[in-house]
């Protein structure tokens, strides 16, 4: 390597790095760049691997003569041994080699890596358009689309690593580069761009393909596009192919449609939201932003000379308003700026769901329709089968049973909305002769049901679902049997067993734990009802501190945590001796354990205000800052018990007392 280096005069590449003027550095570092190729090209594929973090040949240079190069100092090598003596006839000679060509710097800049393809897709892959753009320029047509051993181009490597960049050169040399497939799998590089998210890139192909996509390879590419969750982009595909709404996918023989139907957080039913992100979300006004983009403005010589109606003064007037007061929650909500991009996802992915039903047609509703809405409401995405049905109010056949069997709520509220074809419905059957109340007393998929925590606010979910269900159905169909002789109930109390165990043991062990918590509050509150702070007058019999206020705020809180801590105690032991039959976890149990909840964490507060009233009746008039101090541990078990325990009060009093997971939604016209 080294001769080869001084014959071309390139030994300056590997040895200390002159100083240069700037002009003359691109024409060098195109010169050392073609040496780097030719020292990469000379070495094997792991060699290739283990320099490839180097951007210079001096680097690359170093990296070999560590690795390989015998130091001056160090002792001569030791001789071989002698081979060991052996009966067998020496091995034949090996063939002599051709002597290895040596490279010129046309050649050089040709030069191809086993792992890499030539040296435009290895500084494609860098990043480095300077290189990129003089390679291009020197390399010939039919070079620029050589392919690597995977079967990618150059421009494939640019799709791959979102260098949009370096496509949009190669593009304008080639644009033949963006229909070439590759070698396996035959994906174009618009293909690669979606499946690796790059949205610039992808949006830099789509301007630029000419061929007709309404084929294969297009709805591959809508399929990719909607997996990426661009559904923006999805939207003008479907818009400028119509076609592509009906066509299946090759491979999964999934219609776009399919896709868009499994995509639970590309719609606003599958986002999980706090309490101050479901405020946001339903103030976000992404619309005004989209069509403004900054603050409207009219000219005051047009508004001074009549130019614009008053009308349309006072509506840019309140569009000014509505911008500044989206400025202003911006600086005060900075989270307001996360929640926008989902908000402009959903409803992207609403149009593009009604955009892809549009463009379908009834012949579909074997192919497509049935097996969308099936999905949805398995999933549980109101807005799929909310948008089919308004389309094609004929393909809603059963959707309210899986609803139901999946325990999707909000698909299934929404039979709230389809006027009398619910008593339809409700007398579907399957093949078993179960009908709706049937497959609903079956017990909810593991998923659902570890949603709640609990088992004792499990089996209460799953009575909501009975009875919700049960109050939806005929008559007839509560005591109607199956093909195995069985009536819902019967199937209820069967799936429903362990589940019933589990809760019952839950509620005793969580009722024993808060027992032993209200028998020491008794106890503690009890002494000191009897030894009272300052001693009795001998005399009287009187505390000696009866007049203090403080005194009555001690007297007050001890006596009203004592009576709290006795009703929770009483709570928890109704609870320990219920009979836990299957309606008692409906409403019996909940109300107990929230009651005793409740009234123990009023205790735990009344005892904390006792302990801090008699502090300061010994200590007060002469360590007042102590009171500071006393109260600041004083809530340190207040602040525990609402941090711990404080969620499940708020998730059985929820559960028990809220709203409810069943209802209309708001609508200002019926769904069918």
């Known amino acids: 390597m080294l001769r080869l280096l001084k014959s071309e005069n390139k030994l300056e590449f590997i040895e200390q790095r002159k100083k240069m003027k700037r002009e003359d550095y691109v024409v060098w570092r195109r010169k050392e760049r073609l040496v780097m190729g030719c020292i990469l090209g000379a070495l094997s594929s792991e060699l290739v691997l283990a320099c490839d973090r180097f951007d210079t040949a001096r680097d690359i ?70 290189v990129v753009e003089t390679l291009v320029q020197e390399f010939t047509y039919k070079r620029l689309k050589v392919k690597d051993r995977h079967g990618n181009s150059a421009l494939h490597i640019a799709a791959l690593t979102g260098n949009t960049a370096a496509a949009r050169i190669l593009v304008d040399k080639v644009p033949a580069l963006l229909n070439q497939p590759t070698t396996r799998g035959g994906r174009l590089p618009i293909h690669d761009a979606a499946r690796s998210s790059h949205k610039d890139t992808l949006e830099f192909f789509i301007e630029h393909i000419t061929d007709d996509f309404n084929s294969s390879k297009g709805v591959l590419l809508l399929c990719d596009v909607i997996d990426a969750g661009f559904y923006d982009l999805a939207l003008s595909l479907v818009t400028k192919y119509p076609d592509l709404a009906r066509m299946k996918h ?54 001074a000379l009549g130019h614009v109606e008053w009308w349309k003064w006072y509506k840019i007037q309140v569009q000014k308003l509505q911008f500044n007061l989206l400025v202003a929650i911006d600086k005060l909500v900075p989270q307001r700026r996360r929640i926008l991009p989902k908000i402009l996802m959903h409803s992207q992915a609403v149009e593009l769901l009604a955009c892809l039903c549009y463009n379908l047609s009834k012949e579909d509703k074997e192919a497509i329709y049935n097996n969308v809405m099936m999905t949805a409401a398995r999933i549980g995405i109101p807005e799929v089968v909310e948008v089919i049905a308004e389309t094609f109010p004929d393909t809603v056949d059963k959707f309210f049973q899986i609803a139901a069997t999946n325990r999707c709520e909000q698909v299934f509220n929404l039979i709230y909305q389809t006027k009398d074809h619910k008593h339809i419905y409700s007398n579907l059957k399957d093949s078993s002769g179960n009908n709706v109340l049937h497959l609903v007393a079956k017990l909810a998929p593991p998923h659902k049901l570890n949603l709640v925590s609990g088992a004792t606010l499990q089996m209460q979910r799953e009575l909501q679902w009975f009875k919700e269900v049960e109050n939806f159905v005929h008559p007839y169909a509560r005591e109607e049997e199956n093909n195995d002789g069985k009536t819902p109930k019967m199937v209820f109390s069967k799936e429903h067993k362990k589940l019933k165990e589990d809760g019952e043991k839950w509620m005793k062990d969580t009722a024993n734990s808060y027992i032993i918590v209200a028998a020491l509050i008794i106890t503690v ?17 009187y505390p000696m501190l009866y007049k203090k206020e403080a005194f009555i705020v001690f007297a007050v809180s001890d006596v009203g945590s004592l009576f709290t801590s006795i009703t929770s105690l009483l709570m928890f032991l109704s609870i320990m001796t219920s009979r836990y039959a299957e309606e008692d976890f409906m409403y019996a149990l909940p109300k107990r354990l929230c009651f005793g909840l409740l009234t123990l964490f009023i205790s735990i507060i009344l005892l904390m205000v006792a302990f801090c009233a008699s502090t300061y009746v010994m200590l007060g008039r002469e360590h007042k800052s102590v009171l500071i101090l006393v109260a600041a541990f004083a809530s340190l078990p207040v602040a525990c018990f609402v941090f711990l325990q404080f969620p499940l009060l708020m998730a059985v009093v929820s559960s028990t007392y809220g709203r409810g997971i069943f209802g209309k939604r708001v609508r200002y016209s019926p769904l069918f």
């Not at 002494?527 to 019999?541: C, E, K, L, R, Y």
Request: no cysteine; aromatic share 8%; proline share 13%.
């Open 61 to 130: 240079w170093l990296k070999l003569e560590q690795m390989y190069a015998r130091s001056k100092w160090a002792p001569p090598p030791r001789p071989p041994p002698p081979p060991p003596k052996s009966v067998l006839p020496p091995p034949p000679a090996m063939p002599s080699l051709p002597p290895r060509k040596v490279l010129k710097e046309d050649d050089m800049e040709q030069a191809t890596f086993p792992s890499y393809g030539t040296l435009l897709h290895l500084e494609v892959g860098r990043g480095d358009l300077d």
């Open 250 to 303: 090759d491979e999964s023989r999934k219609s776009a449609l399919e896709r868009l139907s499994r995509k639970e957080l590309a719609f606003r039913s599958g986002a999980r939201f706090n309490f101050w992100e479901q405020l946001i979300y339903s103030f976000g006004d992404v619309q005004l932003e989209e069509e403004t983009g900054a603050s409207p403005q009219t000219s005051d010589i047009e508004t």
């Open 525 to 541: 509150v009890f002494a000191a009802a009897i030894t009272v702070p300052g001693g009795n007058d001998s005399n009287s019999g």
